[in-house]
C-alpha cells in the first residue's frame, strides 16, 4: 500500500503559514533543493487541497520553459507536470490537466482507493487544510517537515483539533546550512 507523507516547512512554534497565509519566512536555498528534488523525483503522486493546487498550477507547469529557468525549476516541472494530482476541493470541479483527480466527498474512502494503486509513496505538498482533513481521517503516514529557525507567534497551525495521540517514530534528520532542520518521521500505527 501507498503510504501519504505531508511535506511541510514549519516554524519552531508549529505554524506552516502566517496569519494571513503569508510564507516569506521560509528558507530555501540550493542545498535544500537539491536535497528535496531528490526525494520528490521518486515520486509519482502528490496531493493538494485546492488554494495550493491552483497557487501550484498557476506556475509550474510552464515554469521550466521560461529562458531563465534554475535547474529546480526545469526540474520540478517536468516532474510537476508527470505527476498524478489529486485535489482536495468540494469547489473545484473539473481540472484542465491530464492526470488530476478531485475528490471532493467520501474523502476516506476515495483516498484508500488511490493508495491502493500501484506506484511510489505520495506527497501531501503544504495545504494546511487538507493536511488537517487528512490528519482527523487517520490518513497520513509520515511527516517530513523542515523546521524553520524562526518562531512566529501566530498563524496557521500544523496540528489542530488533534482528536487522538499521534505516535511518530523519528527516521532522519538534517541540518542544513541556513539553519533548517529536516525531520523525517513515521506514523506509529501499533
Do not use: C
Not at 503544504?126 to 497520513?140: D, E, F, R
Not at 499521534?166 to 532522519?172: D, G
Request: glycine fraction near 6%; charged fraction near 25%.
Amino acid at each position: 500500500m501507498r503510504k501519504i507523507i505531508s511535506f511541510m516547512h514549519i516554524s519552531l512554534d508549529g505554524f506552516v503559514a502566517g496569519p494571513n497565509g503569508e510564507m516569506n519566512w521560509i528558507k530555501v536555498d540550493e542545498e535544500i533543493f537539491d536535497h528535496v528534488g531528490k526525494r520528490i523525483s521518486e515520486t509519482d503522486a502528490a496531493i493538494y487541497g485546492r488554494v495550493t493546487y491552483q497557487m501550484m498550477e498557476n506556475y509550474w507547469p510552464a515554469a521550466g520553459d521560461k529562458p531563465k529557468a534554475s535547474r529546480h525549476d526545469i526540474d520540478h516541472s517536468k516532474w510537476y507536470n508527470k505527476a498524478h494530482k489529486v485535489v482536495l476541493s468540494k469547489t473545484l470541479k473539473e481540472a484542465d490537466l491530464t492526470n488530476t483527480t478531485i475528490i471532493s466527498d467520501n474523502l476516506a474512502d476515495r483516498v484508500n482507493e488511490i493508495k491502493q494503486q500501484a506506484g511510489t509513496e505520495i506527497l501531501l505538498f503544504g495545504s494546511p487544510t487538507a493536511t488537517h482533513s487528512l490528519i482527523q481521517q487517520n490518513l497520513i503516514d509520515g511527516y517530513w517537515l523542515f523546521v524553520n529557525p524562526i518562531i512566529l507567534g501566530r498563524g496557521i497551525p500544523l496540528f489542530t483539533d488533534i482528536k487522538d495521540k499521534i505516535k511518530l517514530n523519528l527516521l532522519t534528520t538534517r541540518q542544513f546550512t541556513s539553519g533548517v532542520t529536516e525531520l523525517n518521521y513515521t506514523v506509529d500505527r501499533q
